[in-house]
């Protein structure tokens, strides 16, 4: 599968964002879209981020087992009242000093963990939650990818709306001037102006509806790729589907099961979860730390106010836990709760999943037939508008049949339209869900507009 870097993505499409940004009309291809969106959805650039942020729990982890080394200075200005006792001053009387001297204290201290289930558990924790942020980051790119291509089919599919009601609208226009020759001649009724007024009425409120929502889905289109999309590229006029063989649903529900990045990174939250127990009971485990220090003193109290002194010391530190108000046992309780609910979380997604890619092979496979279908459908409803309008002319049909003959003409282009995009969304999550979803997907399904 071809990985999602994101870096080398976002230097290697700069120049054509720029070009983009310089002219809100600049025509957008699907392929444009997708690099848009990498740096500029705003959920995406958070996934991004997120992910980035995740990476560091690998070197936070791992700092546990390395050596700590931590030095400190201290320096105070010291003025002491200072009595002596002996048996001279009993017989002389009370000796008493005043002396003032600066105190000095160095320290440098390593600490190396030598035994540390607690450390060695984060490590690991580190590990595991940095590798499923990747896979969870692959997801969210699979995301990408699909939300991009279905807001961009779904602003095409919204334009062809207009473009059917724009020429239902003319049609009933044309029709319209036709019942009133007709009827200034002799040859037509009244009835058959009203019901084209009425199929007319219905195509203007048609129309406006369908203007309407044009412009919420580019707008949509729009806030997923960070910019005005201007004109969208349409789907080819030779458009095939060709012979699909996409296999056996078990063959595709076994990669899923194996590559699919959101399962993945569920996996390894069940196991981070499985560390978190570990880690808690560590709570009951003895630490050993090895420790060495050097020292430096210069007047450090008030008895060695005249001395300077110098240590070293090597040593081992052994720290055992006793009793924590029952902590350790609560917190291990509550980690093993959060590790079932992890498990349960798993089988929850891996069944969606089963049923997006159930759903997603059957759209796939069944595509083929229906487009063909439906295009046949088209072609069959346009000898019917010929026979029809035939027929009016020689006396045997009315009004009225053309008019229903339109209707099912513009149902069957919209039909048509509606599944050759599904068929191209189907395809790619049925590579999402089976986690092999990438950039020659994205080239592939490009492919299809011009």
């Known amino acids: 599968m071809a ?11 700069a120049a054509l964002l720029a070009a983009l940004y310089s002219g809100s009309a600049a025509a957008v291809s699907l392929q444009q879209a997708y690099q848009a969106a990498l740096k500029n959805d705003p ?18 982890g791992r700092a546990g087992l390395l050596p700590s080394v931590s030095a400190q200075f201290s320096g105070n200005k010291n003025v002491a009242d200072m009595e002596n006792l002996d048996q001279m001053s009993v017989l002389l009387g009370k000796s008493v000093t005043h002396p003032r001297y600066i105190s000095r204290s160095s320290v440098v201290q390593m600490r190396q963990s030598l035994f540390n289930i607690d450390a060695l558990t984060r490590y690991r924790q580190g590990k595991v939650q940095t590798q499923a942020s990747e896979q969870q980051y692959e997801a969210n790119v699979n995301e990408v990818a699909l939300r991009v291509v279905g807001a961009y089919c779904d602003a095409l599919f919204a334009q062809d709306q207009v473009a059917l009601a724009q020429v239902q609208r003319d049609m009933y226009l044309e029709q319209q001037k036709v019942n009133q020759r007709l009827f200034e001649k002799g040859e037509g009724t009244k009835t058959d102006m009203l019901e084209t007024k009425a199929r007319l009425d219905l195509a203007e409120a048609t129309l406006v509806e369908a203007q309407d929502n044009a412009v ?5 289109l729009a806030g997923v790729i960070g910019m005005d999309p201007g004109t969208l590229d349409t789907l080819s006029s030779n458009f095939r589907i060709g012979d699909l063989d996409v296999g056996p649903y078990e063959k595709w529900q076994q990669l899923a099961r194996e590559r699919n990045h959101e399962l993945a990174a569920a996996r390894l939250t069940v196991e981070n979860a499985r560390l978190e127990i570990v880690k808690n009971k560590a709570g009951h485990y003895p630490r050993v730390d090895f420790i060495a220090s050097y020292s430096k003193g210069d007047s450090e109290s008030l008895n060695t106010y005249t001395q300077n002194t110098v240590n070293r010391s090597l040593g081992v530190q052994v720290s055992i836990p006793i009793y924590q108000g029952g902590a350790i046992n609560a917190a291990t309780r509550q980690a093993a709760a959060n590790y079932e609910r992890a498990k349960a979380d798993l089988d929850a997604r891996t069944n969606k999943i089963m049923v997006d890619l159930r759903k997603a092979h059957s759209v796939v496979q069944s595509s083929v037939h229906k487009v063909e279908a ?31 003959a339109q209707q099912q003409l513009f149902t069957s282009q919209r039909d048509l339209a509606q599944a050759r995009y599904t068929y191209l969304l189907g395809l790619l999550r049925l590579s999402a869900a089976a986690g092999t979803i990438g950039d020659t997907d994205i080239r592939e399904v490009a492919a299809y507009f011009r």
């Open 216 to 220: 919420a889905m580019l707008n949509a």
């Open 3 to 13: 990985k999602a870097n994101i870096p080398a993505r976002l230097g290697a499409c």
């Open 43 to 60: 959920t995406f650039r958070m996934n991004f981020y997120e992910n980035e942020a995740a990476k560091e729990n690998l070197v936070l």
């Open 374 to 404: 439906l295009v046949k459908a088209v072609e069959s409803s346009k000898e019917l508008m010929k026979a029809t309008e035939q027929s009016i002319k020689g006396g045997v049909r009315i009004n009225l049949d053309l008019l229903n």
